[in-house]
């Protein structure tokens, strides 16, 4: 039994000398070191020797198996480094590379909405009036009297305008008309600019308006311009944002800081004309 066990030793051995990754080393000990490997199905006829023969045998085989543990150990902790090393060699990041840019949320759709319509009059010839030109904060006399607003008008009251306390007649702006009187006293005519920007008015708040909300303005000045200009600009607008297939009418109407003065409706998207709460049935 002895002879057999140094027999499995040797060939167990040069097995061993063979192997040639980690998958061989498992099969390896399958074969050799398992439950119902080669080793064990001599120790298990262990019990028919007498006690001293069992020590002997006993104690050689124990020899035996360790031996091939140790050494298996050492083929397995060799192939998975080795294996390890090639695996991070093909994964291997370049951490000096710059990154994969990955976008994050997505644009506001107000900030989609007034891209939209800026684009629209960029191709009918418009710029966008520089920020410096707009300011959210804003004085009185590019709010009001560099536009001919009266001493008098509502507008200027406490109830419709935001005034601050940064100093005397310093407000939050209610339109974006600053950037006209900016713009004209920086600019030679021609002139075709649009002022997008947050406007904030001191309103009661429901369902239909805020008391912040978003307003482009345009305005446009040079030889033989007349109504019939802006009318064409606003139509061009219209068919190019809404479709031309969207009918729009112009309503002739009253502002006491304009003359003459229009109202533009458009046709409602939910109801096509025909009215609903979103229109308060009117269809417009």
């Not at 039994?1 to 140094?6: D, P, S, T, V």
């Amino acid at each position: 039994m002895k002879e057999q066990l140094q027999k499995i030793y040797d060939l167990a051995m040069n097995d061993l000398k063979e192997v040639q990754s980690i998958a061989d080393i498992e099969n390896f000990k399958l074969k050799y070191l398992s439950r119902k490997g080669e080793l064990n199905s001599i120790k298990r006829n262990l019990k028919d020797l007498s006690d001293e023969d069992k020590r002997i045998v006993g104690a050689f085989a124990n020899e035996i198996a360790n031996n091939l543990e140790t050494s298996a150990k050492e083929k397995y902790d060799y192939f998975y480094k080795q294996e390890l090393n090639q695996k991070l060699k093909k994964e291997c990041i370049d951490v000096t590379l710059p990154g994969n840019y990955v976008e994050m949320g997505h644009i506001h759709p107000i900030t989609e909405t007034i891209n939209e319509i800026t684009n629209i009059f960029h191709s009918l010839g418009f710029s966008v009036a520089p920020d410096e030109n707009s300011p959210e904060v804003e004085t009185e006399y590019y709010h009001f009297d560099g536009l001919n607003f009266p001493k008098d008008h509502p507008a200027r009251d406490m109830q419709d305008t935001f005034y601050t306390n940064i100093a005397p007649h310093v407000l939050l702006r209610g339109q974006t008309s600053g950037a006209q009187v900016r713009v004209m006293e920086n600019m030679k005519p021609p002139i075709r600019i649009i002022a997008p920007g947050r406007v904030y008015r001191n309103e009661n708040i429901n369902s239909r308006k805020n008391n912040f909300f978003h307003q482009i303005e345009g305005l446009y000045v040079d030889k033989n311009v007349c109504f019939s200009d802006l009318k064409g600009v606003l139509n061009e607008f219209l068919r190019l944002y809404f479709g031309s297939s969207r009918p729009t009418r112009f309503r002739s109407s009253f502002f006491p800081f304009t003359e003459p003065s229009v109202e533009i409706d458009v046709q409602c998207i939910m109801c096509q004309g025909k009215g609903c709460n979103t229109c308060s049935g009117t269809g417009w």
